[in-house]
């Protein structure tokens, strides 16, 4: 099951598209680091986007843009 989130993200002038907090439930969080963004497939929950590899609070998570909505996973 997809665990849809609330993303802050920045739009540069190219187009690239940063997460820089996430909301889960009424808690926010901040990404600390972005250090992979690729096309890939959610092996856990099925479904295809954009794959940001994010450590979030000191934990590896998998940020997911499908089309328009974000979900994610941890990296286990």
């Known amino acids: 099951m997809?665990?849809?989130?609330?993303?802050?993200?920045?739009?540069?002038?190219?187009?690239?598209?940063t997460p820089v907090s996430v909301k889960?439930?009424?808690?926010?969080?901040?990404?600390?680091r972005v250090m992979d963004i690729r096309p890939a497939a959610s092996l856990k929950?099925?479904?295809?986007?954009?794959?940001?590899?994010?450590?979030?609070?000191?934990?590896d998570t998998y940020l997911f843009l499908e089309e328009t909505r974000w979900f994610l996973e941890l990296v286990e």
């Open 2 to 17: 997809k665990n849809y989130v609330e993303v802050t993200a920045v739009f540069d002038k190219e187009g690239v598209i």
């Open 45 to 59: 929950s099925g479904g295809a986007g954009i794959r940001y590899t994010c450590r979030i609070e000191g934990r």
């Open 24 to 32: 889960i439930d009424d808690d926010r969080f901040d990404v600390d």
